[in-house]
């Protein structure tokens, strides 16, 4: 089979994250094409793992590539939100947890789902299209300033106000229904000079349209918790973001897990615990080397966060972890 997308970080993961007890149970939490959980069962034969994948198509892809690890290797449809808030019992606990915020390749090249303005596809970006909203509904009903609002938010568009007052102009007429469609009319929005930049005029829009659409940002953080709480002590945790939302909500979660108190400042008395839950192992994010982006673009904007467990975290270690 054809396999599309390259892990990024993929040395650093496998050093980080390298088991510390034998066997080992680790869970992917965004399985994608399998990079990474190959990668792993290649290298720590006594290692295990769980993928988690929403995408029934790319699941699928997943399986064929893996099925050579036999039952080293199971998998689980559906998102991690729900996984870890209702943690299968009949599972050891992890000792290694892997998060790949990033849009897996196939979703771009071969899904055919309007995640890309470089190809004339329907305009959905479900990662599950059995689920929620399309893009599509979301350009042809959002009020004009609350698809600013969204596009300024989560793609961090300064144009955003003209480029929604474009889309909403442009559905008066029809309907918005394709990927290209929506390409041209930001393109023909924006002034000329900023047609040419580094990068295309659609780019962030798009990204902000996927990340709605997808519910990316909003789950976070009580994802990452009760992943963290469903850990072993002496477990370690990574998280690999791609913008700066996405590692925002990373750094200031793991950041609160070190500190030796996070109750708020009104509060007369520590009721936190008084100790940090977890060791923080990577101080700095890191990021890709220069050959790996030379080899493998999307891997630029990528960084990972590892942390230790040292205990459960509570409800304080989620305080002012939002951040967007």
């Known amino acids: ?72 290797m199971n998998f689980y449809r559906g998102n991690f939100s729900d996984f870890y808030s209702s943690y299968p019992e009949n599972l050891p606990k992890p000792d290694l947890i892997l998060f790949d915020l990033g849009i897996s390749v196939f979703h771009y090249e071969k899904s055919g789902r309007g995640f890309s303005f470089r190809y004339d596809e329907k305009l959905d970006m479900r990662i599950n299209p059995d689920v929620g909203q399309s893009a599509a509904e979301l350009v042809n009903n959002m009020k004009e300033e609350e698809l600013a609002n969204l596009i300024y938010l989560y793609g ?40 040419y930049g580094a990068i295309h005029p659609a780019t962030r829009t798009f990204q902000a349209l996927r990340i709605a659409v997808n519910g990316e940002l909003e789950r976070l953080p009580k994802a990452f918790y009760n992943a963290f709480n469903c850990l072993n002590v002496g477990g370690k945790m990574g998280i690999i973001t791609f913008h700066s939302l996405e590692d925002r909500i990373a750094k200031n979660f793991f950041r609160n897990l070190g500190k030796q108190c996070v109750c708020p400042p009104e509060v007369a008395q520590c009721q936190c615990g008084g100790k940090a839950v977890a060791e923080v192992i990577t101080r700095k994010p890191v990021g890709p080397t220069e050959e790996e982006c030379k080899v493998n673009s999307p891997s630029r904007s990528a960084k990972l966060r590892v942390v230790k467990k040292l205990g459960d975290a509570n409800e304080y270690h989620l305080r002012d972890v939002v951040g967007y």
């Not at 892990?7 to 990474?36: W, Y």
């Not at 988690?52 to 893996?66: F, P």
């Not at 568009?157 to 008066?172: G, M, P, V």
Request: charged share 25%; proline share 4%.
């Open 1 to 72: 089979m054809e396999i599309v997308h390259t892990p990024v970080l993929l040395q650093e993961c496998l050093t980080l994250l390298k088991p510390e007890v034998n066997p080992c149970f680790m869970v992917d939490s965004t399985l994608g094409e399998g990079g990474h959980s190959f990668n792993f069962l290649k290298s720590y034969p006594e290692l295990s793992i769980m993928g988690l994948d929403a995408d029934k198509v790319i699941q699928e892809r997943a399986k064929e590539r893996l099925a050579v690890y036999g039952d080293r």
């Open 156 to 195: 961090e568009e300064k144009l955003s106000r003209r480029i929604a007052s474009a889309i909403c102009s442009a559905r008066q007429g029809s309907e918005i229904t394709s990927s290209k469609e929506l390409a041209e009319i930001i393109w023909n929005a924006v002034p000329a000079n900023y047609r």
